[in-house]
């Protein structure tokens, strides 16, 4: 197995150990070797996080070459936001939207359909055109596992977005001609459940 991993930056100095700790599975196994205690042992909850040497050799090179990968990335969300505005603009779906405080990482670019039918549909255009585009996770509350823990509210915002939202395609590779396809695909979808 290649194993999970990633990267945790603390920009507090306060969670600093604490999460030295959760890395090392809840001991204080770094501070032995550091020689700040004698012997080490569980001192809090954790688990096993540790990256394969394949995995953080991937990670490595990704974080050498972060700005570029960024850089792409926000390059290639921007293309999908301005490629889909006349379809936000009819009023077909809603585009991200981010704060005029805030910028967007590009890690997904998503559209907000008028109603589940329609999320279900256009999903089913872009799978007939080749185009992987999948719906987002289901409401934590409507989970079966958190089901006995919800006090029943009802959590209108949280269910729209389940029930509407479309991940569309982004990665590093994807390729300028492939996001106005995947744009002009998803719009032309709209033309046809009109």
């Known amino acids: 197995s290649a194993g999970e991993g990633g990267m945790l930056v603390v920009n507090d100095d306060r969670f600093k150990e604490r999460a030295e700790i959760l890395w090392e599975k809840g001991t204080n196994r770094a501070a032995f070797f550091r020689g700040e205690v004698n012997e080490y042992g569980w001192v809090d909850v954790g688990s096993s996080f540790l990256p394969s040497e394949v995995t953080a050799a991937f990670l490595r090179a990704q974080i050498e070459h972060l700005e570029a990968i960024q850089a792409r990335r926000k390059a290639l969300w921007q293309r ?88 569309l395609p982004l990665y590093y590779e994807l390729t300028e001609a492939q996001v106005d396809f995947i744009s002009e695909t998803t719009l032309a979808a709209f033309a046809v459940l009109a």
Do not use: M
């Open 80 to 167: 999908y936001w301005g490629a889909l505005a006349a379809g936000e603009a009819a009023g077909l779906f809603t585009r991200p939207y981010v704060p005029e405080y805030a910028t967007s990482n590009a890690s997904l670019f998503y559209l907000v359909c008028r109603s589940r039918g329609e999320r279900q549909e256009l999903l089913r255009h872009l799978t007939g055109k080749g185009i992987l585009a999948v719906f987002h996770y289901l409401s934590l509350h409507k989970s079966t596992f958190y089901s006995s823990k919800h006090d029943g509210r009802v959590l209108p915002n949280s269910d729209r977005f389940s029930d509407c939202l479309v991940r």
